[in-house]
């Protein structure tokens, strides 16, 4: 199954507890809560390229399937992540874990709360 297309965030659960708990300042989290993120993502076999766009903001991140990669966190942070990176990222401040099957389901923890994040190709 080829995962390249465009997705576009529907929904999310405890964004402004997750990322207050992340220490983003209130005007930010107030900022991002109700833009809709647009991630791209482009398959070559086990490579992926992922392009996430919220409102100006443009992250990417890159990684083969199986290879340790180094990736980009939403707080700009760099962690490398090993073998796969689609499930259980053990970053330092939580546990992501991204789902792919037509739609994009990522849920993030911190502490006891959980994020969850879900996009639906366009």
Same mark, same amino acid.
């Given at each position: 199954?080829?995962?390249?297309?465009?997705?576009?965030?529907?929904?999310?659960?405890?964004?402004?507890?997750?990322?207050?708990?992340? #220490?983003?300042?209130?005007? *930010?989290?107030?900022? #991002?809560?109700? +833009?809709?993120?647009?991630?791209?993502?482009?398959?070559? #076999?086990?490579?992926?390229?992922?392009?996430?766009?919220?409102?100006?903001?443009?992250?990417?991140?890159?990684?083969?399937?199986?290879?340790?990669?180094?990736?980009?966190?939403?707080?700009?942070?760099?962690?490398?992540?090993? #073998?796969?990176?689609?499930?259980?990222?053990?970053?330092?401040?939580?546990?992501?874990?991204?789902? *792919?099957?037509?739609?994009? +389901?990522?849920?993030?923890? *911190?502490?006891? +709360?959980?994020?969850?994040?879900?996009?639906?190709? +366009?």
């Amino acid at each position: 199954m080829s995962f390249s297309g465009k997705y576009q965030l529907q929904s999310q659960e405890n964004f402004e507890s997750f990322m207050k708990a992340m #220490g983003l300042p209130e005007e *930010l989290i107030q900022k #991002g809560k109700d +833009i809709k993120s647009v991630t791209e993502i482009v398959q070559n #076999g086990k490579h992926f390229k992922f392009t996430i766009t919220t409102g100006s903001k443009v992250m990417q991140n890159e990684f083969t399937v199986g290879e340790e990669s180094e990736l980009e966190t939403m707080t700009g942070e760099k962690v490398k992540v090993g #073998g796969h990176p689609f499930c259980c990222q053990n970053f330092p401040w939580n546990l992501s874990v991204t789902e *792919l099957n037509g739609d994009i +389901i990522t849920t993030m923890t *911190l502490g006891d +709360i959980v994020f969850k994040r879900i996009s639906k190709r +366009i």
